[in-house]
């Protein structure tokens, strides 16, 4: 059940909160974890952020976080005992990958300025970056210095000992702690969108973590290319609405950008813009604004247009899955069934001179690691 409505925005203040009434058959807006947090999504008149009304409680979110949250899909139930991995390792090569959207960003504005290139002497520090391994890519391509930080102790630890990223640390208030030095680059990746108060976060990075001169990167789900349906995403960006955020936490924006990669196997409409990348820095008093309105309707449209050609992207993968495992289903029935009834060495001979697989299904282990 829906309960009190928010009534004002938690980002920008602005009260003029309206319904967004946009939702889609293929990329669902309703939340897939009602128990968890039900709402409906609406539209800030003020900054254009979406987010889902009303709030989720604080204390289901913290009961959340410290049971179910890392509760991988491979857990067990023997009996009567709970098992888990120690870590999801599912989540790892997405995390991993993720750092191509930062190498790529990084390159394209390096022209531009040339220090954004992080050096083996800077310090980058990944909030929520739960087993450092984002961080192992920035280390890889700079030998920069890294501190992974998150909630989840057993991430931290692997951090720590398995990546040699030793000062990582477990967080204990993401509005409070600081660390010894500060960082030329604070990176959160897929995290500011399950935060509460964005805007008061963004702050203490910029106050108390970040170097005057350092940069800040943020990769979050992009309003136009992610489904809306994600209990924990509590705010929903789009490159305008990322922009006003990071201006009013005194941020100056230097580039926003959308990128598909990498793409989540799960979802069937995946594409080119499913995250949202924003790289900012300390803003001086004066360059802290941000005018022009927010034009409702256009969001709507825009919404309405990219899921269209969204659904229609996954209409098209879904085809073309039919059109494959229908050809192997004839290929197979051709071989197996009619050629192999007639004579084994016959389907066998004429599939080697046609330079067919036996089975299509069954690769080598060093390409099942692939
Ligand atoms: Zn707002």
Known sequence: MIATATAICRICGSDRLEPLDVDSFLIPATSFAPDIHDYENHICGGCGVVFGSPP??????REHYASEYWRTVHALE????????????????????????????????????PDVVPTPRDLVIDYGAYQGLFLHGVHELWGARCIAYDHNAKGIEFAQHFLGFAESRVATDILRDTFGERAK?????HTLEHLTDPVAFLEHVRTQVLAPDG????????????????????????????RRLFARAGFETIE????????????????????LIGLA????????????????????????RSWRRHAW??????????????????????????????????????????????????????ADRR
């Open 78 to 113: 023997l009996g009567g005992r709970h098992i888990d991995l120690p870590l999801d390792f599912d989540a790892g090569p997405l995390s991993f990958q993720r750092v191509h959207g930062f190498f790529e960003t990084v390159t394209r504005v390096a022209a531009r300025h």
């Open 185 to 189: 680059y604070v990176t959160v990746l």
């Open 256 to 275: 926003t950008a959308t990128s598909g990669f990498p793409p989540r196997p799960d979802f069937l409409c995946q594409n080119d813009s499913e995250y």
């Open 56 to 61: 989720i409680e604080d204390e289901r979110l």
């Open 313 to 366: 992207g996954g209409l098209r993968r879904q085809g073309g899955r039919a059109v494959r495992e229908t050809a192997r289903l004839a290929y197979y029935f051709l071989f197996a069934g009619i050629l192999e009834a007639i004579s084994p060495a016959l389907a066998l001979g004429l599939a080697r001179r046609l330079g067919f697989r036996r089975n299509p299904t069954v690769t080598s282990s060093s």
């Open 281 to 304: 820095r300390p803003a001086l008093p004066e360059a802290r604004m941000l005018s022009g309105n927010v034009d409702l309707g256009e969001i709507r449209r825009t919404l309405r």
């Open 215 to 242: 940069y800040l990167y943020v990769e979050v789900p992009n309003l136009y290319g992610f489904p809306l349906n994600d209990p924990l995403h509590l705010f929903s960006y789009s490159q305008d609405s990322l």
